[in-house]
């Protein structure tokens, strides 16, 4: 099997060459669908931001350099894009006022073990039945690292209301698996 030949496309893309820009939509598409799927509710939503992210990748390819991580590269952008997506949905939404640190979160080998039970779909659709910060929240912390004081510098989500978001994203998730066991088990 033949290696994608990332190198050479990122290099005609930055010719704006359609038929490079084709090969790496496609190609970034199968490598970070997931990523998308994570941060917003709906396929259709996941569509509409990979797309917004994509073009923000060909306008900005003039600054990536070549050889070096082009899928983190454009991951970064799609979280950002899907950041802003949230944003601009829930600019006149309540705002949400800090909590007090007192909340417990919910158990996370509990729900880690449920977790790897389940299969990747699954996982996304839970994943997409959150609040869009709960969601959000959980995406950045949980699956792609960030930690409480970064969520905060990006969102401007509060460090303190950052962890209560994850907690309540936690639980939901916990409520939602247990719902889907009690679904299996009377099958």
């Known amino acids: 099997m033949q290696s994608f030949p990332l190198d050479s496309v990122l290099e005609q893309c930055s010719k704006q060459d359609r038929r490079a820009q084709e090969r790496l939509y496609t190609f970034t598409y199968s490598k970070l669908i997931g990523t998308a799927m994570?941060?917003?509710?709906?396929?259709?939503?996941?569509?509409?931001?990979?797309?917004?992210?994509?073009?923000?990748?060909?306008?900005?390819?003039?600054?990536?350099?070549i050889g070096t991580n082009y899928l983190g590269w454009a991951n970064d952008i799609l979280?950002?894009?899907s950041i802003d997506?949230?944003?601009?949905?829930?600019?006149?939404?309540?705002?949400?006022?800090?909590?007090?640190?007192?909340?417990?979160?919910?158990?996370?080998?509990?729900?880690?073990?449920?977790?790897?039970?389940?299969?990747?779909?699954?996982?996304?659709e839970l994943i997409q039945k959150l609040d869009d910060k709960q969601r959000l929240v959980f995406s950045m912390y949980v699956v792609d690292g960030y930690k409480h004081r970064e969520i905060e510098e990006i969102t401007g989500i509060k460090s303190n209301t950052s962890k209560w978001l994850l907690a309540k994203a936690k639980n939901e998730l916990q409520i939602q698996i247990n719902s889907l066991n009690q679904i299996k088990l009377t099958k």
Do not use: C, G
């Not at 917003?40 to 923000?56: G, I, P, Q, T």
């Open 79 to 81: 979280i950002k894009t």
């Open 38 to 65: 994570r941060y917003n509710k709906s396929r259709e939503d996941a569509n509409w931001v990979f797309n917004l992210a994509m073009l923000k990748v060909y306008k900005n390819i003039h600054k990536f350099k």
């Open 85 to 124: 997506n949230i944003r601009s949905k829930n600019r006149h939404s309540k705002v949400m006022a800090p909590v007090d640190s007192a909340i417990v979160e919910a158990n996370n080998t509990e729900l880690n073990q449920a977790l790897n039970n389940l299969a990747t779909e699954q996982i996304f």
